[in-house]
């Protein structure tokens, strides 16, 4: 954790107003978008054509350099495979969602009790651990991730931007620090967005209050055409409300973020009168994710301490389906202390009683943790058994992809891994993961100077320049570097030396 005396979180949120105001200060050329058609409503004006869809997209790749180098950040692959499936589904339903830039969307956690979810310019949404321990169905955290993607397809923040050209950036910056910041302080909260207070900060307000209703009709209507009961949305905003009112000296964060005025939520209701109900059964993978991050919100001895009581309550008093969401998280807390028996116990309970409910599909979750426990117990040919099996049952998923890179390298299938993971690094480019788990390969086989290539690509694509460069110097400098090597060094160095003058000249000019 960052030293005192910042909060948890405000330090990045710092640095990511910077990089905001940097980003948004860059000259960009504005391309013609590929437009195409939209069936949906086109609820938003034209005032975004001020800040292009590339401008956009840089704009969020930078504020999630900053959000992913922060320990908050939940680097961990099941919870991203599962926060990305339920947007995928919800965009799959309604593609024109993606709005007129097709953005190309990524949905992501945060490690924080608060209920809180955000949507980043470019196509980046981040939820809080809190949100979806709150959520009390599928349903639910479906409907805040589509509120979310009505944000991003109507473009708010680049409409915001074009509205008040002159006057956004410091607002812009100001308001995204004390979205994040609440989560730790609402006193530190209330002191961003008092610095950024102002005509501009009063227009931007008002305008936010619109774009809330505008993401709010959008949501519904992914909501239904993905098959998701539309009174998720009713229940979760019905529920904040209701804490707004009996506790109004410690709002939520999510009504601090996202203003509630009784009209948004007489409109939400009144809308969802006219609409025929449909029912959701909850996925496995919701149940289970959820327990899974009340392990990650809090992974030290007093959390587990606390998941323990939880889980055992939920077990004696839960459901037939929270007993099973109870056992997962215990198997969970005995991995983690190393006991790996009991876990591979309640693992096959759970499994067991998951095939004798027909409204369960096989899990992919269930099939990762069985991966991490073999290869806990020292098992590695029955880890990579398994993985070769769920990889096959479960070909987009990037924890079990990844799982399996790793089974190939403990049971020293060196080549195998490696040409693996450059096949990866070719088809997910923006995937730091994958250049990591290369850099390691490669280190394994004892390629020094394509180990350090692959960490310049790492670092290169988390925003960190300096580390990249520096590691290109390394690889030159490799007594195993081929003339082929030397030729891509080079290239690579000028390229990236370019961009870390640009972003210096930027800083120069602030």
């Known amino acids: 954790m960052k030293p005192a005396p910042y909060p948890r979180f405000l330090h990045p949120a710092i640095r990511l107003g910077v990089a905001m105001v940097l980003a948004l200060a860059s000259p960009v050329l504005i391309a013609p978008s590929l437009l195409h058609a939209q069936n949906l409503p086109n609820l938003g004006g034209t005032d975004g054509e001020e800040l292009s869809p590339l401008m956009e997209r840089r704009l969020g790749e930078q504020v999630m350099n900053n959000i992913r180098r922060d320990p908050d950040y939940i680097e961990d692959a099941p919870t991203l495979d599962y926060l990305n499936q339920l947007g995928g589904i919800l965009l799959g339903s309604s593609p024109e969602a993606r709005g007129d830039a097709g953005y190309d969307f990524f949905f992501f956690g945060v490690r924080d009790p608060s209920l809180n979810a955000f949507a980043l310019p470019g196509g980046f949404i981040g939820a809080h651990s809190g949100l979806v321990l709150s959520a009390q169905s599928e349903s639910e955290l479906a409907s805040v991730l589509a509120h979310e993607i009505g944000h991003v397809s109507q473009r708010h923040i680049a409409r915001m931007i074009g509205n008040q050209r002159k006057d956004a950036l410091l607002p812009m910056a100001g308001l995204l620090i004390a979205a994040l910041a609440a989560r730790s302080s609402p006193d530190i909260a209330g002191a961003a967005m008092m610095g950024s207070t102002g005509i501009a900060a009063q227009r931007q307000l008002s305008f936010g209050r619109d774009a809330e209703r505008e993401a709010d009709r959008l949501g519904l209507q992914i909501l239904r055409g993905a098959g998701f009961e539309l009174n998720g949305m009713v229940n979760f905003f019905g529920r904040l409300q209701n804490a707004s009112r009996n506790r109004t000296d410690n709002l939520p964060s999510y009504l601090r973020t996202h203003p509630m005025t009784g009209e948004r939520m007489a409109d939400i209701e009144a809308r969802i009168r006219t609409l025929s109900y449909k029912q959701h059964v909850d996925s496995l993978d919701f149940l289970l994710i959820r327990s899974r991050l009340r392990v990650l919100q809090d992974d030290t001895p007093q959390g587990w301490r606390d998941a323990t009581t939880v889980f055992l309550e939920q077990s004696r008093q839960g459901t037939r389906a929270q007993l099973m969401a109870a056992k997962y998280g215990l198997a969970m807390l005995a991995q983690r202390q190393r006991d790996s028996a009991t876990a591979f116990v309640l693992l096959n309970e759970l499994k067991a009683e998951a095939a004798r409910t027909p409204t369960y599909p096989a899990s992919q979750i269930l099939s990762s943790f069985a991966i991490e426990l073999e290869l806990l117990g020292g098992q590695a040919s029955n880890a990579l058994s398994l993985a070769k099996e769920a990889r096959i049952q479960f070909p987009l998923s990037r924890a079990i992809t990844m799982q399996y890179a790793d ?52 670092y290169s694509l988390t925003g960190a320049l300096p580390a990249a460069l520096e590691q290109l110097k390394m690889a030159r400098g490799s007594s195993d570097a081929s003339f082929y090597d030397q030729a891509v060094i080079d290239a690579r160095e000028r390229e990236l030396q370019a961009s870390w003058r640009e972003l210096m000249e930027k800083s120069k000019r602030k």
């Open 407 to 458: 089974t190939l390298l403990v049971n020293g299938k060196k080549n195998e891994a490696t040409t693996f993971l450059r096949d990866q690094a070719q088809l997910y480019r923006q995937d730091p993961g994958v250049q990591r788990a290369l850099a390691r390969a490669y280190a394994e086989q004892g390629k020094l100077a394509l180990q350090h290539l692959a960490l310049a690509e790492y």
